[in-house]
Structures are given as C-alpha cells and as structure tokens.
C-alpha cells in the first residue's frame, strides 16, 4: 500500500518568514495530495490539493508543489502569522474512491 | 450549511464492553470514511463506504471492527470487546466521489 513520509516532524519559523514542508510518496498510481491543518482539539481541515495533472497550486500565501517523478510534493507558507501555528498533515490517494494516506506531521510553530 | 456531526464527541468505556460511534455526512456526499487518529500521529484510514456499501475495510484493524451505513447516510462504526489499544480519536469525513474530504470533530474514545 501507500506510504507518505513528512518532514520535519517540528519547524519553527520567526513571523513573517516562509515555512516549508515536504512529503513524499511511494505508490506511483496516487494523484491526488491534499494538505490539511488541524489545530489543537478541533478537526483537520483542508487549506490546499493539487492532482498530478498540475506542477503547481497557489492560494493566497499558500502554495504547493508536485513532482511527480521524485514522488514528492511540498507546501509553501510565506509571511507566516500567528495564526498559522498548528499541525499540518499531507495526504495521498488515488483520488478517485480512496481513502487517504497521511503522514505523521508538521508542528509548525510561528514565532512573534 | 451543516458540516459533518459525530456523536458522542467523547466516549469512556471499560475493557471488553461494545461501543457505536456515530456519523452524520453533509447532506448530498455519498462517499464516507472512517480514520483514526492517535495521538501525535496522522489519522489511519479505516474503512470507505460509496453508498450503501464498504467499497473498501482494508484499514480495519481486525474483526472486532465493523462499520454499516444501511440507508447511504449515517454510519456507525462498532467496536466489540475493546481493548485498551482502541483508545484514539475517531474521525468521520464525507465528500462527492474523488473530491475534498470533509472531517467531523471526531469521537475520542477512552477505554480504560
């Protein structure tokens, strides 16, 4: 089956910097990588997809990238706020009837 | 409009009782999954149904686990003879087939 791996496990950043999370990916028949954000006590939810039809994905101050070939894909935070402390997780599926698979994630921590 | 509501948000149970763990899906999504999440860890990919039927169990953990969701609707997911392993956040999402999940608050079980 699938395996996603993330990294880092924790990153700090001073508010206003760019964060940076990568993932990668073992099965070749995913396409579809979500990313979800979930804070303490409350239900993930999701801030960006991309499907492997695209390279790349903005939203705002939120971006990800896809490389299909290296099996990995990344999300962009820039001018981090506070109120982007929290856990990210990416994902994987075949995207079409699958279920996901996460990995363990990011404690993303803004510093003021 | 609403979002996906599980029930009960917590739940505390003895070693070898049964418990049942609600989802209601946004009105309309035919596919629901079920994850669990422990803690410090991604959620794990239990069980899909796409109407009326599990198109996929492969995630359940082993026989004690079982799911329905007899009118395409409301799921519930049981547990037999817990054990104190089973101890984890359940989470519920729903969606229109290949598109975003959308994630209940969870039920946090507690088996003691």
């Known amino acids: 089956g699938e395996n996603v791996e993330q990294h880092p496990s924790t990153l700090s950043v001073q508010e206003g910097d760019s964060a940076v999370i990568k993932c990668t990916y073992s099965?070749?028949?995913?396409?579809?990588f979500p990313w979800y954000k979930q804070e303490l006590g409350k239900r993930p939810q999701l801030i960006i997809d991309?499907?492997?039809?695209?390279g790349e994905k903005k939203d705002q101050r939120i971006a990800v990238t896809l490389n299909k070939t290296a099996k990995h894909f990344s999300l962009h935070i820039t001018e981090t706020q506070p109120e982007d402390s929290a856990v990210y997780f990416c994902a994987a599926s075949m995207g079409g009837a699958d279920g996901l698979t996460f990995g363990k994630g990011t404690h993303l921590i803004i510093q003021p | 409009g609403a979002g996906v509501s599980q029930t009960p948000s917590n739940k505390v149970t003895e070693k070898g009782k049964y418990v049942e763990l609600r989802c209601d899906p946004i009105s309309g999504h035919t596919a629901l999954y079920w994850y669990r999440q422990s803690l410090g860890q991604g959620p794990e990919f239990l069980i899909y149904?796409?109407?009326?039927?599990?198109?996929?169990d492969s995630g359940l953990p082993n026989d004690r686990f079982f799911a329905v969701r007899p009118e395409g609707s409301v799921s519930t997911l049981k547990i037999q003879r817990t054990e104190r392993g089973d101890s984890a956040m359940y989470l519920c999402a729903s969606s229109f087939p290949g598109e975003t999940q959308y994630f209940g608050p969870g039920t946090r079980l507690l088996v003691l």
């Open positions: 149904f796409q109407g009326t039927g599990a198109a996929d």
């Open positions: 099965d070749s028949a995913s396409n579809y």
């Open positions: 991309i499907r492997s039809n695209v």
